[in-house]
């Protein structure tokens, strides 16, 4: 099967910079889109970022200017760069991926990290 697993969060000061790391493994014949989504308590789940397999990135207003999507297709990793970190980014981040498995020819099914933790403190 195919797992999307994710690290970097932490705690961490405004003004501060985290990165988060999302790996996808498993059976892959491909990835196309990336991204991240963040949810706080008592807040819709926001997406943040996105980025295409071409490299295309897209970002949510509140972060643009301080976030910064990429990825490496040889790893199927997606990161986010955060710096500049406010109190109103405290949230857990979710990385998905647009993947086709080896069992699922043909099927393009969103995957999920299972979420990390980002505190900014002020």
């Known amino acids: 099967q195919v797992q999307l697993v994710e690290s970097g969060g932490g705690l961490v000061q405004a003004g501060g910079s985290l990165r988060l790391s999302c790996a996808a493994s498993?059976?892959?014949?491909?990835?196309?889109?990336m991204g991240w989504y963040r949810q706080a308590p008592g807040k819709q789940r926001e997406l943040v970022a996105v980025i295409t397999s071409g490299g295309s990135t897209n970002y949510a207003d509140s972060v643009k200017g301080r976030f910064t999507i990429s990825r490496d297709n040889t790893k199927n990793t997606v990161y986010l760069q955060m710096i500049s970190l406010k109190p109103e980014d405290t949230a857990v981040y979710y990385c998905w991926a647009q993947i086709t498995s080896l069992q699922a020819m043909g099927y393009m099914y969103v995957y999920w990290g299972q979420g990390t933790q980002v505190t900014v403190s002020s």
């Open positions: 498993g059976s892959i014949f491909s990835v196309n889109e």
